[in-house]
């Protein structure tokens, strides 16, 4: 079946350091991917998206581009910030599947240190 | 607008004990989906509805677990005869068809 795969965490940094976390994943069909963000305490927020191969979602200074050849959507930031400090979720949901359920890499912590 | 939202934020409740949650999507959402995380875990998908209609469960979702949508605005997920193993947090997301999914605050669940 569909999966999803992320780089274990935590991730530590210093604020204004270069962030990447590894996101790959396996799928049959042709697959959205997505990061999502959790801060602590609250929900998961939609981070950014990507549709097809080769399509780079941005958001709020974060980067991934979708590519087919390598299964991977990594998500990057130029110059993290102490309020990046989060979980980030990487994801996916097949639109040609029926339900268009997002199946989820396990999560990267990511600990910005000022 | 103001969002998918959950209620309880809070549950705790002794071992056999039900419960019930609730989820408001976004208004013009008519698909819903429930799903649970635990602790260091991505969600794990639990079961959607479109409009009223609830059109998957997965094998996640043992017989003591049922979802509801009536009218397929709010939805109520109730776990009967809760175990120690269903402490979790309870996600809930809605979405218009095959666009991305907001969701809740959710819905963290203790069973003692």
């Known amino acids: 079946g569909d999966s999803v795969t992320q780089m274990e965490g935590p991730v530590t940094l210093s604020e204004e350091a270069f962030l990447t976390i590894n996101c790959t994943y396996t799928?049959?069909?042709?697959?959205?991917l997505f990061w999502y963000v959790q801060y602590p305490g609250e929900g998961l927020q939609l981070l950014l998206k990507?549709?097809?191969a080769d399509d780079k979602g941005s958001n709020k200074g974060f980067e991934a581009t979708y590519r087919k050849e390598t299964t991977s959507f990594h998500l990057e930031k130029g110059s993290v910030q102490v309020s990046d400090s989060a979980v980030y979720f990487c994801a996916l949901s097949d639109q040609h599947s029926s339900n268009y359920q997002l199946i989820w890499g396990a999560g990267t912590k990511l600990i910005i240190k000022p | 607008d103001t969002g998918v939202s959950q209620n309880p934020r809070h549950k705790i409740t002794k071992r056999g004990q039900n419960v019930t949650f609730r989820c408001d999507p976004i208004?013009?959402?008519?698909?819903l989906y429930w799903y649970r995380q635990t602790l260091g875990q991505g969600p794990e998908f639990l079961t959607y509805f479109q409009n009223e209609a609830q059109l998957e469960k997965s094998r996640l979702l043992s017989d003591r677990f049922s979802a509801e949508r009536p009218k397929g605005s709010f939805s109520t997920l109730e776990i009967q005869r809760t175990e120690q193993g269903d402490s979790a947090m309870y996600l809930c997301?809605?979405?218009?068809?095959?666009?991305?999914?907001?969701f809740g605050p959710g819905t963290r669940l203790t069973v003692t």
């Open positions: 208004s013009e959402h008519n698909r």
């Open positions: 799928a049959t069909g042709y697959p959205s």
């Open positions: 990507a549709t097809k």
């Open positions: 997301a809605s979405s218009l068809d095959y666009y991305e999914q907001y």
